[in-house]
Nanobody, 115 residues
Framework: QVQLVESGGGLVQPGGSLRLSCAAS????????MGWYRQAPGKERELVAS???????HYADSVKGRFTISRDNGKNTVYLQMNRLKPEDTAVYYC?????????WGQGTQVTVSS
């Protein structure tokens, strides 16, 4: 069983930046499915970004060019660098991962973009 713990959320003004971290309690070296999801009030959870074991990354159209996902297998950590944040990025951000599917989830971290 692997536990995922997110950190780095908070309140930021539009145009600002945040970096989210997802620390795993065990090895993520073979986790081909690692990603960040978000859920805004009244909306369904949506995939924001994902990264494979080879480092291949995919992004939702809404965040392309602004967000960057990365992983450090040595530290068992996945990051989400979020730049040029917009009010519509406000949501609870969840880290998920697993060898072939998202079997493990974190508790979520709140990101609020507001002036």
């Amino acid at each position: 069983q692997v536990q995922l713990v997110e950190s780095g959320g908070g309140l930021v003004q539009p145009g600002g930046s945040l970096r989210l971290s997802c620390a795993a309690s065990g090895s993520i070296f073979e986790f081909n499915a690692m990603g960040w999801y978000r859920q805004a009030p009244g909306k369904e959870r949506e995939l924001v970004a994902s990264i494979s074991t080879s480092g291949s990354a995919h992004y939702a159209d809404s965040v392309k060019g602004r967000f960057t996902i990365s992983r450090d297998n040595g530290k068992n950590t996945v990051y989400l660098q979020m730049n040029r944040l917009k009010p519509e990025d406000t949501a609870v951000y969840y880290c998920g991962g697993g060898r072939y599917a998202y079997d493990y989830w974190g508790q979520g971290t709140q990101v609020t973009v507001s002036s």
